[in-house]
């Protein structure tokens, strides 16, 4: 079946060390890919974006990674803060020309000061 | 407040009673998301609509679920007969899209989280 996961449940790091969260997807038919952010008691935030025809995209502190030939996407955050403290969902919109987001189980990233 | 809006934020409710959630999604946005979280899992897709059509459902959403957008404004998600295995956080998210797929983020809610006794 469809599915998007993640390699490791938490990551522990340095405060102002960059981190890199990583996600694996199984259907080679996504086009599109998310990476959401969620803070304890929220809904997820999104971060940042990439479709398919690329393999990097570079945000405010963040650059998201695709590398379609192994199905895997990273996400790195630069210069890692207290405030980035939160777990981290890629999402992926599966086969089909659908209008869903089908998430992994998600990567707690937890920033020691 | 100009996000997307869900109510009640918290419901406590007996096993066997019904109980509808609200989602106000961002005034703009054409496509309306119920997805619903279970502690320490991303959010599971259940349903969307484009406007007031319902263009998807998973095979998560029970025949004792059922999702409604009658104006193409808000949406309603009602679960009747509830069961402890019910209890999750729901969320609702609301994007604009011109074609079949997805064109850009979807925005979430807060969420509303139900616990079934």
């Known amino acids: 079946g469809e599915s998007v996961g993640l390699h490791l449940p938490t990551l522990s790091v340095q405060e102002g060390d960059n981190s890199i969260i990583n996600c694996a997807y199984s259907?080679?038919?996504?086009?599109?890919f998310i990476w959401y952010k969620q803070e304890s008691g929220k809904g997820p935030q999104f971060i940042i974006d990439i479709r398919s025809n690329m393999d990097k995209r570079q945000g405010q502190r963040v650059t998201v990674l695709l590398n379609k030939t192994v199905k895997h996407l990273s996400l790195q955050i630069a210069a890692t803060q207290p405030g980035d403290s939160a777990v981290y969902f890629c999402a992926e919109n599966g086969s089909g020309n659908t209008g869903k987001l089908i998430f992994g189980q998600g990567t707690t990233l937890q920033v020691k000061p | 407040d100009t996000g997307v809006s869900q109510d009640p934020r918290h419901k406590i409710t007996k096993r066997g009673q019904n109980v509808t959630f609200r989602c106000d999604p961002i005034?703009?946005?054409?496509?309306l998301y119920w997805y619903r979280q279970t502690l320490g899992q991303g959010p599971e897709f259940l349903t969307y609509f484009q406007n007031e059509a319902q263009l998807e459902k998973s095979r998560l959403l029970s025949d004792r679920f059922s999702a409604e957008r009658p104006k193409g404004s808000f949406s309603t998600l009602e679960i009747q007969r509830t069961e402890q295995g019910d209890s999750a956080m729901y969320l609702c998210a609301s994007s604009f899209s011109i074609g079949q797929g997805i064109d850009g983020e979807l925005f979430f809610g807060e969420g509303s989280r139900l616990t079934v006794l």
């Open positions: 005034s703009e946005h054409n496509r």
């Open positions: 259907n080679s038919a996504s086009d599109y």
